[in-house]
């Protein structure tokens, strides 16, 4: 299952705190990805990049912001402009390849704000 | 963009029977339909998956079907076992971007 980490396991904060969840690869893979993982609502984009210094909104990018600065990393802040960031938060990478799409996927982390 | 509906939202079948999950999408220019399986507590994990220009594919006791002009595609389970209890998520890739839009997960007991 190594590859892709992501810590912490379990996240806990107070509402009206910035946090940030970390995501590391060592695949060398250009392209990473953050999705929401909520119960009945599958696993939602929040933002991806193709490469380096470059990432785009998924499709519930608000409240969230990221960064690329190195291909292994894509740290994701959850804001406090997030209405309900108790969620499931889930990292992938994949190789930006003509014809290999598929995603590896950390192992998630919980973040639970009160 | 991309929407992708699946159905059902919950399964239940005998171990041995088959298993079948149904998705739609909405984008014609979708080319790529991968199928993910997420047991308890482990992350999604890629079981197979199919391109525009294949009909159906297999690989041991699972398939997956498309069709393109209703743009629907399926995965189908034979001789369920226990360990294959889990959340399968469906998907689709639109044009020439790395974006992948996911289903909103199938949970598929198989009773002994």
């Known amino acids: 299952d190594g590859g892709i980490t992501q810590s912490p396991k379990y996240l806990f904060r107070k509402e009206g705190q910035n946090v940030t969840l970390s995501c590391e690869q060592n695949l060398n893979h250009d392209a990473m990805y953050w999705y929401r993982q909520d119960p009945g609502q599958g696993l939602r984009l929040i933002y991806y990049s193709q490469i380096v210094n470059d990432f785009q909104k998924g499709d519930i990018a608000e409240g969230y912001s990221v960064s690329r600065e190195k291909k292994e990393s894509f740290p994701l802040t959850v804001t406090s402009a997030q209405k309900n960031p108790t969620a499931f938060y889930l990292c992938a990478s994949s190789i930006r390849t003509s014809g290999i799409y598929e995603q590896y996927f950390g192992p998630g982390t919980r973040l639970t704000v009160t | ?112």
């Open chain 2, 1 to 112: 963009g991309e929407n992708v509906e699946q159905h059902p939202s919950t399964l239940s079948v005998q171990e041995g029977d088959s298993a079948v999950i149904k998705c739609t999408y909405s984008d014609s220019a979708s080319n790529y339909f991968p199928w993910y399986k997420q047991e308890l507590g482990k992350r999604p994990q890629l079981i197979i998956d199919i391109r525009s220009n294949v009909g159906e594919k297999k690989d041991q006791r699972i398939a997956v079907t498309l069709n393109k002009t209703a743009k629907h595609f399926s995965l189908h389970i034979t001789e369920t076992q226990p360990e294959d209890s889990a959340v399968y998520f469906c998907a689709a890739k639109s044009g020439g971007y790395q974006k992948v839009t996911f289903g909103t997960g199938t949970k598929l007991q198989v009773i002994p």
